[in-house]
């Protein structure tokens, strides 16, 4: 077992950090304050290979490992969750639906363009009022022979206004339930979609999160992902790799707290001393790196996994769990240390908070995380 990282890694990690200290952090809490999409800075990220970063270079991605990406996604949620979330769910939600599930020409035709950024990808699965329940989803794709026709509501859709293609989970038989899914690659041009507005979020604010409307929409039978009635199992799959990334995510939200947290700390001077000499402080920082080595160690171990080929559900759920409450303990706790100055906007950590909160949800809540490790645990004994 070798716990360093590779010089490729170590290379990941700097371009990912100066990138977000230099094209990240400026106009942050702006971008915060007034929901604004970081349209500039998710270009540059396809620049620098960030939006398929495990795409083959084939189609135009980095063809890095998923560790690769982990490292690299930490390093922007340090800095920037809202961005991290638009990179983890054009990567793990769409570029790996597509590589893995889409046909030849599905890929020739969209993969590139997702691999690069020039367009974006958005995973449409949650509906009003079917979320983590998702074999209860009940948007229709009626087989037409030639086509499916595709009508239905979306809800809470990550890059839902500004993705150009979506993966669409949709039911063509509810008489066989789940086993009637299937899952699309659906054109953003096709007549008949209509974005609703965008979500006022607590959290990730300059990311855009929006319902979508299917009514009457032709989706080519060509557009279908995997074999007939495979979606949800193609769902599940590709939620098990975007927990990864959401798992990232939370680490990266915590690591940055926790780096605030020790700068402040040693500024800030009480009793005589700087805060950091006071053990009640020492113990809080303690605690806080404690926690963020166990979720980084959760998070390699499942994009090992991953890249090996071999099971990951399990894993990547532990990962998203504990990294989640990590990022909610953590992100708490820098408040803390900071005092009134945490509560305000311009120390970055009160933002922070209200970032880690949404990695406890989407992508499967922690419920549903305790429930898949539970099912694979009891099978396993
Ligand atoms: N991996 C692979 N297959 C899985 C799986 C997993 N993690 N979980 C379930 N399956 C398979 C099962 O094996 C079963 O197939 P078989 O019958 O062939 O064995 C099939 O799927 C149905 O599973 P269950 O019978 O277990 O169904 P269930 O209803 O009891 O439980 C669930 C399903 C695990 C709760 C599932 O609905 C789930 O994961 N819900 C959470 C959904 C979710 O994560 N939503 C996030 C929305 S997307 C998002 O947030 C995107 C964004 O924009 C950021």
Redesign the pocket.
């Known amino acids: 077992m070798d716990f360093s990282l590779s010089e490729e890694h170590r290379a990941v990690q700097e371009t990912a950090r100066e990138f977000a200290q230099h094209e990240l952090l400026p106009g942050i809490l702006e971008r915060d304050e007034k929901q604004q999409f970081p349209h500039d800075q998710v270009k540059k990220m396809g620049e620098l290979g960030f939006m398929g970063m495990m795409v083959d270079p084939k189609y135009m991605g980095s063809g890095m490992d998923t560790i690769s990406y982990v490292i690299a996604l930490e390093e922007i949620s340090k800095i920037d969750a809202a961005a991290a979330?638009i990179m983890?769910?054009n990567n793990s939600?769409v570029c790996w639906g597509l590589e893995e599930y889409g046909s030849e020409d599905l890929k020739t035709k969209y993969l590139s363009q997702l691999a690069q950024g020039i367009v974006l990808g958005?995973?449409?699965?949650?509906e009003p009022e079917a979320?983590?329940?998702?074999?209860?989803i009940k948007t229709k794709a009626e087989d037409k022979g030639d086509h499916f026709l595709l009508n239905g509501v979306k809800n809470?859709?990550?890059?839902?206004g500004n993705a150009s293609i979506y993966i669409v989970i949709a039911q063509s038989d509810p008489d066989k339930g789940?086993?009637g899914i299937n899952a699309f690659v659906v054109d953003k041009n096709l007549d008949g979609i209509q974005v609703g507005p965008k979500e006022n979020k607590l959290g990730i604010r300059s990311s855009d999160?929006h319902s979508i409307m299917f009514n009457d929409v032709v989706v080519p039978k060509s557009n279908l992902l995997g074999g007939a009635e495979m979606g949800?199992?193609i769902?599940?799959?590709i939620?098990?790799g975007?927990?990864i990334g959401?798992a990232a995510q939370a680490l990266g939200i915590a690591s940055g707290a926790h780096d605030l947290s020790i700068k402040y700390a040693r500024e800030r001077r009480s009793f005589g001393k700087p805060i950091s000499e006071h053990q009640a402080i020492q113990f809080k920082l303690a605690d806080m790196h404690a926690a963020i080595e166990g979720s980084r160690l959760l998070c390699y171990k499942a994009a090992y996994l991953k890249d090996k080929g071999i099971p990951f559900?399990k894993e990547?759920?532990v990962a998203k769990l504990v990294a989640s409450q990590t990022a909610m303990d953590v992100a708490d706790e820098a408040i803390q240390i900071h005092g009134g100055y945490g509560y305000v906007k311009e120390y970055h950590v009160e933002r922070m908070l209200r970032d880690a909160k949404?990695t406890q949800?989407?992508?499967?809540?922690s419920e549903?995380q305790r429930?898949?490790i539970a099912?694979e645990i009891l099978k396993s004994i």
Do not use: H, P, Q
């Open positions: 979330v983890s769910v939600l958005a995973f449409c699965l949650s979320g983590s329940d998702a074999t209860a809470w859709i990550t890059n839902g789940y086993r999160t949800f199992k769902a599940m799959n939620l098990n975007g927990r959401i559900s990547s759920a949404i949800i989407y992508e499967g809540t549903i429930l898949v099912r």
